[in-house]
């Protein structure tokens, strides 16, 4: 979801680097990059080290959860719902000419759609990139609807 983590005061970066965590700096602001490689099989192996953003974050389906909202059952459908949303994304983006890479899913999805396409030598790939669009297009939808906490109200 997410294509980095900004650290807060209080973190601490050179453990969570030797943790494995990809931590890099820009001028005094560091940031852990994504996606996150202590994350394996939907689990955080560095749950009791990790960096305060982590530990702050509920996702909105959670939030439904702990106020009686929705069912855990109910968020786990949605949450297969958008993984497979995910997956179709991933598919066009290499149906479209770029491969996995290790770059979280929206930075691939924009350097790809920032390449042009001359629609005369290639009208397949405008239509691919066009349903790759809309697919994108819902997938951010619905995590910034179902997934991402609400903005705060002042």
Known sequence: MFQIVKMQP??????LARLGMRIRSK???FHMEQPCPALKERCCTIYAQRPTRCRLFHCQQLRLIEADETTEASALDL???TQAQAAQVRELIERCGLR???QPLIERFERLM???????LEPELVVLRAELDGAMRRLRLVINREFRPPPLSH
């Open 10 to 15: 209080g973190d601490r970066t050179s453990e």
């Open 27 to 29: 001028g005094d602001e």
């Open 114 to 120: 920032s390449t042009p396409v001359d629609e005369n």
């Open 79 to 81: 949450i297969r719902q």
């Open 100 to 102: 996995e890479d290790g």
